[in-house]
Nanobody
């Protein structure tokens, strides 16, 4: 049974940093493309970042490029999202997602992902 569990969210001041973790189980390891999405109140869930199976290729939304870094440690079955220079507009619930079908690209649409975590709240405020 595939499970994704996010952690690391919290309250941080503008300009601060947080590192989110997504612990996976059920054999995901290196077999799935992994992504991070976020959803702010009253808004659609949006793609933030994705990483290919081996971790060699990543892709970011323009809004976070240069500030966020996605990585994965397949030996630990964990995916990370390092978030620096946080802004109030980064406030959202952040979700980890797994895609079992993509082979050569990182999908960016919600429906392309097969499994989801429960989310972790990130609040950027002074």
């Amino acid at each position: 049974q595939v499970q994704l569990v996010e952690s690391g969210g919290g309250l941080v001041q503008p300009g601060g940093s947080l590192r989110l973790s997504c612990a996976t189980s059920g054999g995901i390891s290196s077999r799935y493309v992994m992504g991070w999405f976020r959803q702010a109140p009253g808004k659609e869930r949006e793609f933030v970042a994705g990483v290919m199976r081996t971790g060699s290729t990543t892709y970011y939304a323009d809004s976070v490029k240069g500030r966020f870094t996605i990585s994965r440690d397949n030996a630990k079955n964990t995916v990370y999202l390092q978030m620096n220079s946080l802004k109030p507009e980064d406030t959202a619930v952040y979700y980890c997602a797994a895609d079992r079908d993509s082979v050569s690209y990182i999908p960016r649409l919600r429906h392309q992902y097969d499994y989801w975590g429960q989310g972790t709240q990130v609040t950027v405020s002074s």
